[in-house]
């Protein structure tokens, strides 16, 4: 791999020791900072008979006590920030399904930060100077939009503001503007996809795409065969999440096997997410992230709620800083269905199996009286299908795969392509009408 293909060769190539003494060196001061800034953390510290001083090297992490979403919550909105007010100069929100939403804080400092870690990241997926980004991620309080906003400005690319919705202007500018890069969650490329095909637009002809940054959502590895086709680029996952800035957390490389977490920035532990036991890397787990370089809100073991897998071995692109592996589900999102575990991910990557499917499917799962209700809703791929397909062999078809997964029979409905809602954010493919219920 040639030197000009790292953002900052230095930083991404350190040696794991020498990741390791950064590493330290952050934690240290990061703890310290935690501990005088904010009463939040110097709470927590004196109830657990903590001192920052009780951390003297990495594996000390493990006495601090986690973070969770609700400490954010019960903090609302800026209770757990370490910074003084005046210092602040943004913040974000993440969606929030219930309750107060999440509040992410920064300081100008951060805020830098975070801008030369989405140019790195961007730049790890091969974007450049020369490019011309189309950013469907929506703007706001949502970090998506204006992280690479900042990120692609950083690198000095062009950069469409468009933020989400508006299919058809979408449709125009890429054309238009001859758009190099497309940023938005894979459903909402999907999407694009669909209804450039209605249009009778061939990606690999008429558009200049060449790159796909997808994220903010789970997406399987069938879902990505599909974009990468449909709109003629190469799809990267990229992940973050509003309390460790936003995107830019990790991206992949071009040897697509998991993403590179930028450890020069996060400490990565991997826990059972029923125990809270700390798991030897290699092991499937909920991912838990340190900040080490945030002023403004800095977490410390911060519980994501995502599983994943950490690969700690160097990569083929010649990166040392750890994997982690596409995100499985949030051990929130993770369905118990007749005493059985279900990630909506495995289902979508058997309806993602059938080309007369569509890549839309809602997964409703209900209890009206003492046993559990399973039913897939999956959509034809197109209107002529409906009439030419042998409906109940594809029912089967689908029953039996899915069976084969999960060791559960589910009920399929087979709906008109179209019928399904599609989304511009993130895509919602689950209802689970138990709740209230149990
Ligand atoms: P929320 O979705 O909780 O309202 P955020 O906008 O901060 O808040 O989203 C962060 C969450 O989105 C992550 O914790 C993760 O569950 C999900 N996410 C982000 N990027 C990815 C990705 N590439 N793959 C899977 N899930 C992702
Ligand atoms: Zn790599």
Redesign the pocket.
Known sequence: MVENNYWNSKIETLTKTELKKLQLKRLKSIVSHCYNNSSFYKKKFDKSNLKPSDIRNLADLEKIPFTV?NDLRDNYPLGMKAAKMDDLVEIHA????TGN??I?SYTSEDMTIWEELMARTIYTAGGRKSDVLHNAYGYGL???GLGFHYGAQKLGSLIVPISGGMTQKQIKLIKDLKATILCCTPSFAVYLAEVMAKQGIIPSKDLDLRIGL??????SERIRERIQKELSLEAF???????LF??GV?IECNQHDG?HIWEDHFLIETIDPKTGEVLPSGEEGELVFTTLTKNALPMLRFR???ISVIKEEKCACGRTHSRML??R??SD?MLIIRGVNVFPSQIESVVMGFPELATQYQIIVDRPGALDTFTINVELRNLELYNQINHEKLKNGIKNKIRDITSLSAAINIVQCGELPRSAG?AKHVLDLRKGKM
């Open positions: 979403k993440s969606s929030g399904t939403p999440i992410g949502f970090t998506g997808f994220g903010a959502e789970p997406w996952d990229i992940y973050g999440l509003t309390e936003g995107p990790s993403l994501t709620r995502d596409k995100i589900g949030r999102d993130k």
